[in-house]
């Protein structure tokens, strides 16, 4: 069994407008959606896993706060704030010195909220030395303020810190594992290509699903691309790629 870890995380707010400079209650709302869905206590669990994927389900036991240290070892409230000019390219500069430098990312959990601009993006996950952490668009972030429907429920951030922990898509390389190892987790039914929307359960549509069975696609789990709604649940199989990572890589993150 594990124990229940705490990440620290520091929010940085890059904003070129007053409205998006978003509120520490909307920054809130998004630390109690993580701190419900590592736990398997979200509320919408019931009704949106299906009972014949519920036995998957995992408690990640991992809860989130805001960092209460600056590295130096001095009091924050684990959010910065920086007004960035209308041309500033959020998910392309935002762990640059033109938007936020990274605090030390072995200690915390860097997340960026930003103007996706003309994107579509969401929000993203970037592995690389200065940008690892995750950058969050503030109209897909948290549950209140500047977040927008279909993605106003908080889970662009549970998904992409799902990333930051070695997760990768149910659809992996998109070729039912023939030219990679898909998502390398046993329990997640491998599939062709991201489902999108609120599909119904079970789909064995063919365009999608690599194999047809009882249960079909996994489309309801957290790294796929479903509306925030519509996905509830991280597996024990990924609960075990998010439990290595944090005894290995990330293992820095809880001292
Ligand atoms: N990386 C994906 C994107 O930006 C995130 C999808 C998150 N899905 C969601 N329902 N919040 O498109
Ligand atoms: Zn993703
Ligand atoms: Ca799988």
Wanted: aromatic letters at 10%.
């Amino acid at each position: 069994a594990n124990t229940v870890v705490t990440i620290p995380i520091v929010f940085h707010v890059l904003y070129k407008n007053a409205n998006q400079n978003i509120s520490d209650a909307q920054i809130q709302s998004q630390i109690d959606v993580l701190n419900k869905d590592f736990r398997k206590l979200n509320t919408d669990f019931n009704t949106v896993v299906p009972n014949a994927f519920k036995p998957l389900a995992a408690d990640v036991e991992i809860l989130f706060c805001k960092a209460t240290k600056k590295p130096d070892g001095t009091a924050t409230t684990g959010i910065t704030r920086k007004s960035v000019p209308n041309t500033f390219d959020f998910f392309n500069e935002y762990f640059t010195a033109s938007g936020q430098l990274s605090w030390d990312n072995t200690k915390y959990l860097n997340i960026w909220i930003g103007d996706a601009g003309g994107t579509n993006l969401l929000g993203l996950h970037s592995p690389a030395d200065d940008a690892d952490g995750v950058a969050i668009s503030h109209q897909a972030f948290g549950t209140s303020g500047t977040a927008l429907s279909p993605f106003r429920k908080g889970r662009t951030t549970t998904h992409e810190i799902g990333h930051y922990f070695g997760l990768n898509h149910p659809f992996g390389d998109g070729n039912c594992k023939l030219s990679g190892e898909g998502d390398r987790v046993a329990d997640t039914p491998a599939t062709k290509q991201p489902y999108y929307g609120c599909p119904t359960f079970p789909n064995n549509d063919i365009n999608y699903v690599c194999e047809v069975s009882t249960n079909g696609a996994m489309f309801m789990n957290y790294m796929e691309y479903v509306n925030d709604a519509c996905m509830a649940f991280f597996t024990l199989g990924q609960k075990e790629i998010m439990r290595n990572s944090l005894a290995g890589p990330r293992l820095s993150l809880l001292s």
